[in-house]
């Protein structure tokens, strides 16, 4: 393993920040820890980076525990949450720095920049000026710069928080090639599910300092682990339910789950997809409460008379209006039996 | 939500620091031993010599000179005219921090230098300049029959003459570079202009204005020259007094328990000093300067330019100018041709060449000050800084507390033997001025060192930055611009140092606040002009540096 957390734990005051994580990061694997801001994900990574001393617990890079081990020894990058390009310095000496510090001569620096700037979608910013970069610039360039000294592990810390939608989407399959192209270990965190996802081989969710789940995105999006990564990932379709043979029971009625499903008490998701529009007076009858435009579809807010609200998505020819009556069905494929 | 992640920053920083600390009472050992050398073991002189009888140490005379009426009026008067002095300086200059910071108008350059340099003259050649103004046979004396130079405004007026720049300097620096957003975020949430201000831009400026205010008191507090020449009988200082006891009566026991005074008053004003502001220091958004000022709007911000910009004229360049007018009273620059002649008995040299006396002493001094006082500042500028480290910041202002006279008698009755004997070394004078300058450094650098993002110094260090690359590669190119104010203050302090100089120039080398002191001690008319003239060189010699540095200060600024 390139990287690994065994027990790691750091607390503030009485509070865990991170409590007891064991993660492990395999060499070109890129993984994304996602977490709602304040479940201690910035934390793993300034650990990792050795800014944030371990209460308990170890960091091994290669198998070596870093605790005696300073930052700037580590070999691993960090690409700060809002870059933190040095302002006094052009784009070249952002890049260039940890070269700098790394003993490389002045022609090895200038060949390396310009192979990074190029490399970025940059060519040529080496002279100007870092306050007269965007956003996605700065973005580029700060990712050139932790890149630079080619650190075994490459953390991002909310790579692309700050950075409008577009921009955010064109980006994230920018440095899932270019990751894929060199090879680069990488962890990064961040709390958009999207981001993380469309970056991610392996998605580890934290929640209070724990690991939640760890998955594949598809294994993480297809059976959340728990109540709180189901709603943490936008679902809204999960209540509490007795399964009991191919059906459970929930407020919303009878609800069939997939074969093989375990019996008994558990927390039953329901993915929007799997709500079936029917006839009004076929199934659980509800009013529809609000629509939303989603572009390929219409995501609807159905109000059952005694039960809670229920998501649904339908296509947008046969969306019905706000306040029309419809009845519901569900479609076992879409339906998952959670913890 | 920038806030809660600076504090979750810090939070995080002071957790993880065991290993900083070794380091940082590594860059403290130069300066504390400097300060050891040179300031704590001269004093420990003067007590013992105070103090100390056969080989026992009595209490008995602080008791003694305490209980007479006399000092005690002494002290009442240094503490209340201080108070006075601050509050009116404060008064004055804050409006105009404000202007200099944030309106922008032909000639301000020029004019923030021309503000600088009444506090980079010798106490006693502002001293003579308010006499030459509001004194005897005065300016205001022959215009309107007044004289302010029996009361105590004569005071006043000149120590906000002296200090104005203080404020100015320190609380607008700072306020040149807060983001004028931040303000404007306020307004947006439905503050008044008022409301914004006191709710944004003085809370982010309140360790700058209460770093100044403290400075003022503490330089007033001590005020020697100006009390000296506009106080008469009347008006006595401590510092005055311990000069007094002194030079005049030679009674070093009473100077040693009136120092002693100083020394536990200054101390605990540093004390409540370092408290209040280490507590209200936060990491700020710093801006380019160069792009926060405006072309005066409305006629407040007009009324308020031109309000500030006659105090200007009244205050700080009417006395100047009296001053260049009197030197010039003799026909054809008599007075200046005077000076370079090496007769009359009152110098073994002539006068003028104590200018290049004095810039070779002050080039030393301030290279001293800058290298003490920068490695002062980084040890201090953590945020995980111990309790220990922070004392060392209280003590490093002390030399600024204790009066320049026993700065300088204390040189001149400790370092004159074994082992330390320099009292034939040049290098005596600018040392004495280094310790005045020292904590001008420290305190110019501070609040920039401490206002630079701590995510920054992680970013260089993930990138292999060692803790000393951090420093030369992040925190320096940061704060270069500060570091050359406070080159420059303490550059400007040293050719204007007087109460300590006085005692241990050599008679051969004297600086030239030294020969203008020399000059005015003597009676007649030639002397008095010649006293006028070579101020007015100095004066020019200081604006000169100031606008250097000025000049450098605006060329620096784009890198930014």
């Given at each position: 393993m390139l990287l690994s957390l065994q027990a790691a734990t750091v607390r503030f005051g009485g509070r865990a920040v991170l409590d007891a994580v064991g993660l492990d990061v395999a060499e070109h694997e890129i993984v994304c820890v996602l977490g709602p801001s304040g479940s201690g994900k910035s934390t793993l990574l300034r650990a990792v980076a050795g800014l944030q001393p371990l209460d308990c617990g170890r960091v091994l890079l290669d198998g070596r525990d870093q605790a005696a081990v300073p930052v700037h020894r580590r070999e691993v990058g960090l690409m700060f949450q809002d870059h933190q390009l040095f302002p006094q310095r052009d784009v070249a000496g952002n890049v260039g720095f940890g070269l700098r510090m790394h003993g490389a001569g002045r022609s090895e620096r200038a060949a390396r920049v310009g192979e990074l700037l190029e490399l970025v979608g940059l060519p040529g910013a080496g002279p100007r000026a870092v306050a007269s970069l965007s956003g996605g610039e700065q973005q580029r360039v700060a990712l050139a710069r932790a890149l630079a000294p080619r650190p075994r592990l490459l953390m991002l810390d909310e790579p692309l928080g700050q950075l409008d939608r577009s921009l955010r989407e064109r980006l994230v399959v920018e440095l899932r090639e270019l990751f894929g192209r060199l090879g680069t270990t990488v962890l990064a965190v961040t709390h958009d599910?999207?981001?993380?996802?469309?970056?991610a081989d392996r998605v580890v969710v934290m929640r209070d300092g724990r690991i939640a789940q760890s998955g594949t995105p598809l294994e993480v999006w297809q059976r959340p682990a728990d109540a709180f990564v189901a709603?943490?990932?936008?679902?809204?379709?999960?209540?509490?339910?007795?399964?009991?043979?191919?059906?459970?029971?929930?407020?919303?009625?009878?609800?069939?789950?997939?074969?093989?499903?375990?019996?008994?008490?558990?927390?039953?998701?329901?993915?929007?997809?799997?709500?079936?529009?029917?006839?009004?007076?076929?199934?659980?009858?509800?009013?529809?409460?609000?629509?939303?435009?989603?572009?390929?579809?219409?995501?609807?807010?159905?109000?059952?008379?005694?039960?809670?609200?229920?998501?649904?998505?339908?296509?947008?020819?046969?969306?019905?209006?706000?306040?029309?009556?419809?009845?519901?069905?569900?479609?076992?494929?879409?339906?998952?039996?959670?913890? | 939500?920038?806030?809660?992640?600076?504090?979750?920053?810090?939070?995080?920083?002071?957790?993880?620091?065991?290993?900083?600390?070794?380091?940082?009472?590594?860059?403290?050992?130069?300066?504390?031993?400097?300060?050891?050398?040179?300031?704590?073991?001269?004093?420990?002189?003067?007590?013992?010599?105070?103090?100390?009888?056969?080989?026992?140490?009595?209490?008995?005379?602080?008791?003694?000179?305490?209980?007479?009426?006399?000092?005690?009026?002494?002290?009442?008067?240094?503490?209340?005219?201080?108070?006075?002095?601050?509050?009116?300086?404060?008064?004055?200059?804050?409006?105009?921090?404000?202007?200099?910071?944030?309106?922008?108008?032909?000639?301000?350059?020029?004019?923030?230098?021309?503000?600088?340099?009444?506090?980079?003259?010798?106490?006693?050649?502002?001293?003579?300049?308010?006499?030459?103004?509001?004194?005897?046979?005065?300016?205001?004396?022959?215009?309107?029959?007044?004289?302010?130079?029996?009361?105590?405004?004569?005071?006043?007026?000149?120590?906000?003459?002296?200090?104005?720049?203080?404020?100015?300097?320190?609380?607008?620096?700072?306020?040149?570079?807060?983001?004028?957003?931040?303000?404007?975020?306020?307004?947006?949430?439905?503050?008044?202009?008022?409301?914004?201000?006191?709710?944004?831009?003085?809370?982010?400026?309140?360790?700058?204005?209460?770093?100044?205010?403290?400075?003022?008191?503490?330089?007033?507090?001590?005020?020697?020259?100006?009390?000296?020449?506009?106080?008469?009988?009347?008006?006595?200082?401590?510092?005055?007094?311990?000069?007094?006891?002194?030079?005049?009566?030679?009674?070093?026991?009473?100077?040693?328990?009136?120092?002693?005074?100083?020394?536990?008053?200054?101390?605990?004003?540093?004390?409540?000093?370092?408290?209040?502001?280490?507590?209200?220091?936060?990491?700020?958004?710093?801006?380019?300067?160069?792009?926060?000022?405006?072309?005066?709007?409305?006629?407040?911000?007009?009324?308020?330019?031109?309000?500030?910009?006659?105090?200007?004229?009244?205050?700080?360049?009417?006395?100047?100018?009296?001053?260049?007018?009197?030197?010039?009273?003799?026909?054809?620059?008599?007075?200046?041709?005077?000076?370079?002649?090496?007769?009359?008995?009152?110098?073994?040299?002539?006068?003028?060449?104590?200018?290049?006396?004095?810039?070779?002493?002050?080039?030393?001094?301030?290279?001293?000050?800058?290298?003490?006082?920068?490695?002062?500042?980084?040890?201090?500028?953590?945020?995980?800084?111990?309790?220990?480290?922070?004392?060392?910041?209280?003590?490093?202002?002390?030399?600024?507390?204790?009066?320049?006279?026993?700065?300088?008698?204390?040189?001149?009755?400790?370092l004159d033997k074994p082992p330390l004997d320099l009292r034939q070394s040049w290098i005596l004078v600018p040392l004495a001025q280094a310790l005045v300058g020292v904590p001008f450094v420290v305190r110019t650098m501070l609040p920039v060192l401490r206002a630079v993002d701590a995510r920054l110094r992680e970013a260089a260090a993930v990138l292999g930055a060692s803790p000393w690359r951090v420093w030369r590669e992040v925190d320096l190119p940061i704060v270069r611009r500060a570091l050359l104010i406070a080159a420059g203050f303490a550059f400007a302090v040293s050719l204007g140092e007087f109460g300590a100089t006085v005692f241990i120039a050599r008679p051969g080398n004297p600086t030239l606040p030294v020969a203008v002191a020399r000059l005015l001690s003597r009676p007649g008319d030639l002397n008095y002009g010649q006293a006028m003239a070579l101020s007015t060189i100095l004066m020019l010699v200081c604006a000169a540096a100031l606008l250097l540095l000025e000049r450098l200060r605006t060329d620096r600024s784009g890198e930014f």
């Amino acid at each position: 393993m390139l990287l690994s957390l065994q027990a790691a734990t750091v607390r503030f005051g009485g509070r865990a920040v991170l409590d007891a994580v064991g993660l492990d990061v395999a060499e070109h694997e890129i993984v994304c820890v996602l977490g709602p801001s304040g479940s201690g994900k910035s934390t793993l990574l300034r650990a990792v980076a050795g800014l944030q001393p371990l209460d308990c617990g170890r960091v091994l890079l290669d198998g070596r525990d870093q605790a005696a081990v300073p930052v700037h020894r580590r070999e691993v990058g960090l690409m700060f949450q809002d870059h933190q390009l040095f302002p006094q310095r052009d784009v070249a000496g952002n890049v260039g720095f940890g070269l700098r510090m790394h003993g490389a001569g002045r022609s090895e620096r200038a060949a390396r920049v310009g192979e990074l700037l190029e490399l970025v979608g940059l060519p040529g910013a080496g002279p100007r000026a870092v306050a007269s970069l965007s956003g996605g610039e700065q973005q580029r360039v700060a990712l050139a710069r932790a890149l630079a000294p080619r650190p075994r592990l490459l953390m991002l810390d909310e790579p692309l928080g700050q950075l409008d939608r577009s921009l955010r989407e064109r980006l994230v399959v920018e440095l899932r090639e270019l990751f894929g192209r060199l090879g680069t270990t990488v962890l990064a965190v961040t709390h958009d599910q999207g981001e993380a996802f469309a970056l991610a081989d392996r998605v580890v969710v934290m929640r209070d300092g724990r690991i939640a789940q760890s998955g594949t995105p598809l294994e993480v999006w297809q059976r959340p682990a728990d109540a709180f990564v189901a709603r943490f990932l936008g679902f809204e379709n999960v209540v509490d339910a007795v399964v009991d043979g191919e059906a459970a029971l929930t407020p919303w009625g009878k609800v069939p789950v997939p074969e093989g499903s375990p019996q008994g008490a558990h927390t039953l998701l329901v993915r929007p997809a799997g709500v079936r529009l029917v006839a009004a007076d076929e199934g659980l009858r509800c009013t529809v409460a609000a629509r939303t435009f989603k572009g390929t579809h219409v995501a609807l807010h159905l109000q059952p008379r005694q039960a809670p609200r229920l998501e649904a998505a339908c296509a947008l020819r046969a969306a019905p209006e706000v306040g029309q009556e419809v009845g519901v069905e569900f479609d076992e494929a879409d339906v998952a039996v959670l913890d | 939500m920038d806030v809660t992640r600076t504090e979750v920053a810090r939070r995080k920083g002071r957790a993880g620091s065991r290993r900083g600390s070794a380091a940082r009472l590594g860059l403290l050992t130069v300066p504390v031993a400097f300060f050891a050398v040179f300031f704590a073991y001269p004093v420990a002189a003067i007590l013992r010599r105070g103090l100390e009888a056969d080989g026992a140490w009595h209490l008995g005379p602080l008791t003694d000179v305490l209980a007479e009426p006399g000092i005690r009026h002494v002290l009442w008067f240094t503490t209340w005219q201080a108070l006075a002095s601050t509050a009116l300086t404060l008064l004055v200059a804050l409006p105009a921090a404000y202007v200099f910071a944030r309106l922008d108008f032909p000639g301000r350059h020029v004019l923030r230098a021309v503000v600088t340099v009444p506090f980079v003259l010798p106490t006693v050649v502002v001293g003579t300049a308010f006499l030459a103004l509001v004194g005897r046979g005065g300016l205001l004396d022959e215009l309107w029959g007044v004289r302010l130079d029996t009361t105590v405004w004569a005071i006043l007026l000149a120590h906000v003459f002296f200090n104005y720049a203080v404020v100015v300097r320190t609380v607008g620096g700072l306020w040149a570079q807060l983001d004028p957003r931040q303000e404007e975020a306020a307004r947006m949430l439905g503050a008044s202009p008022l409301a914004a201000w006191r709710k944004v831009t003085l809370p982010a400026l309140g360790p700058a204005v209460a770093a100044a205010a403290l400075m003022v008191f503490l330089f007033t507090f001590t005020s020697f020259g100006i009390v000296q020449i506009l106080g008469g009988p009347t008006f006595s200082t401590l510092e005055v007094e311990i000069y007094r006891q002194t030079s005049d009566l030679f009674d070093l026991s009473t100077a040693a328990v009136l120092t002693i005074v100083q020394f536990l008053a200054v101390g605990a004003i540093l004390v409540v000093h370092a408290w209040t502001v280490r507590r209200r220091e936060s990491a700020l958004r710093l801006v380019d300067a160069s792009r926060t000022a405006r072309r005066p709007r409305g006629a407040g911000q007009w009324a308020l330019l031109a309000g500030v910009l006659g105090t200007v004229a009244v205050l700080l360049v009417l006395p100047l100018a009296v001053l260049v007018q009197r030197s010039l009273t003799a026909p054809g620059f008599g007075y200046y041709r005077a000076l370079t002649r090496a007769d009359g008995g009152t110098f073994l040299v002539a006068p003028v060449d104590a200018i290049g006396t004095s810039l070779s002493y002050a080039a030393a001094a301030t290279a001293i000050a800058v290298v003490i006082g920068a490695l002062a500042a980084a040890a201090l500028a953590r945020r995980d800084a111990g309790r220990l480290v922070r004392a060392f910041d209280a003590l490093l202002m002390l030399p600024l507390g204790v009066s320049a006279v026993t700065v300088g008698f204390g040189f001149l009755i400790a370092l004159d033997k074994p082992p330390l004997d320099l009292r034939q070394s040049w290098i005596l004078v600018p040392l004495a001025q280094a310790l005045v300058g020292v904590p001008f450094v420290v305190r110019t650098m501070l609040p920039v060192l401490r206002a630079v993002d701590a995510r920054l110094r992680e970013a260089a260090a993930v990138l292999g930055a060692s803790p000393w690359r951090v420093w030369r590669e992040v925190d320096l190119p940061i704060v270069r611009r500060a570091l050359l104010i406070a080159a420059g203050f303490a550059f400007a302090v040293s050719l204007g140092e007087f109460g300590a100089t006085v005692f241990i120039a050599r008679p051969g080398n004297p600086t030239l606040p030294v020969a203008v002191a020399r000059l005015l001690s003597r009676p007649g008319d030639l002397n008095y002009g010649q006293a006028m003239a070579l101020s007015t060189i100095l004066m020019l010699v200081c604006a000169a540096a100031l606008l250097l540095l000025e000049r450098l200060r605006t060329d620096r600024s784009g890198e930014f």
